[in-house]
């Protein structure tokens, strides 16, 4: 029976948990705090059982401490959930905020299920999203250190004007000298910082690859790989990162959970629709919308993207080249029919793009 439920709601810190426990039929909570070591959260668990006297349900909010509660409080035959933050409903008059009053909120929000809450990853999964974010992460370090070194060279007045970061660029960087010695300095600290994420960032894509071609995600990251503008270490990347497309009901869902459907402000007769929510995932939705560029080119499968469709099944296939070319055709009628900035256009595309991932991945 749904009266014999108890529910808490716990606000978590990196070394304290405030916990809001309601009974079945009480209006206010039993409070209390414990520590976040191992040994308190088995006697948080216990407690919980033992207070509630039957079956009890707890959540959480989502946030730097990661999962690592959920399973160790069901590890203990404890029921947790995890909301998201970005849901759970606030009052605009409550100008009070204190960890009491977010446990006792979380409490009463879970009692009357008006929370959202979050599909927390396996171990394994959240594993390997940790390695396609890390590769992100280097990727990014390196963009910004060939930004600052380029800076130094042009206010020191070196242009190199030809195509950069070939063989020929990095010989003429390696033979740039400069007057003063302390600038000398400085650039050779440059470049060796390049050179050394360079090479750790190759490290790294070698060993997504690998995961790319591990027996979890092989399969999806091949399909995946028929569609234009996704190889194989963004295909892995998307995957890691929603860990489990089949929970998203309908292709809408889906879009709005990685904040590409607009934002809408109506009432009555007046329509008002805004810029995207850039709500949810924002990782997986720049890889999406870089890969939405690709869709400006003509209608045509290239050598590069025919290898990567050998022996993958013919109905993958056929939705690819239907994505492809609906994808195209979209583009232009949005830019010369529209007359849409480009920058727009992409991020439509870029939407309409999730509902062919999501007809692929979930059938």
């Not at 007045?157 to 020929?168: D, P």
């Not at 270490?233 to 890691?240: E, F, H, M, Q, R």
């Amino acid at each position: 029976m749904e009266n014999a439920i108890s529910y808490a709601g716990l606000d978590v810190h990196k070394v304290e948990i405030v916990v809001a426990l309601y009974r079945p039929g009480a209006t206010d909570p039993i409070e209390w705090r414990v520590g976040t070591d191992d040994r308190s959260v088995k006697r948080l668990a216990r407690r919980l059982l033992e207070e509630s006297g039957g079956r009890v349900e707890c959540v959480y909010e989502a946030g730097p401490t990661g999962f690592v509660l959920q399973r160790q409080l069901g590890a203990c035959g404890v029921r947790c959930e995890v909301a998201a933050p970005s849901l759970v409903p606030v009052k605009p008059g409550e100008q009070v905020r204190t960890d009491r009053r977010d446990a006792r909120k979380l409490g009463r929000y879970l009692r009357s299920g008006e929370l959202t809450m979050v599909r927390a990853p396996s171990e394994a999964e959240e594993a390997a999203r940790e390695l396609c974010r890390h590769r992100t992460r280097v990727s990014q370090q390196l963009t910004e250190s060939r930004q600052r070194m380029g800076q130094l060279l042009l206010r020191r007045g070196r242009i190199y004007r030809r195509k950069r970061w070939t063989k020929a660029h990095r010989d003429w960087l390696r033979a740039v000298t400069f007057e003063h010695v302390y600038d000398d300095e400085v650039f050779t600290d440059h470049l060796q910082e390049l050179e050394w994420l360079e090479s750790r960032l190759g490290e790294i894509e070698r060993k997504v690859e690998a995961l790319a071609d591990s027996e979890t995600y092989r399969e999806r990251v091949g399909w995946m790989r028929c569609f234009r503008g996704f190889d194989r270490i963004n295909a892995v990347t998307i995957l890691t990162e929603l860990h489990g497309i089949e929970r998203f009901a309908t292709a809408r869902g889906l879009m709005a959970f990685l904040g590409l459907t607009p934002k809408e402000d109506s009432s009555g007769p007046r329509r008002r629709r805004g810029s995207i929510t850039h709500a949810g995932n924002e990782h997986v939705r720049w890889l999406l919308v870089q890969s939405a560029w690709n869709q400006r080119h003509r209608v045509r499968v290239s050598e590069q993207l025919r290898r990567r469709r050998q022996e993958q099944p013919p109905e993958v296939i056929a939705l690819a080249d239907r994505a492809m070319k609906r994808l195209h055709d979209r583009y232009v009628h949005l830019i010369w029919t529209r007359s849409l900035a480009p920058q727009k256009a992409v991020v439509a595309i870029a939407r309409e793009s999730v509902g062919f991932l999501w007809a692929l991945l979930v059938h």
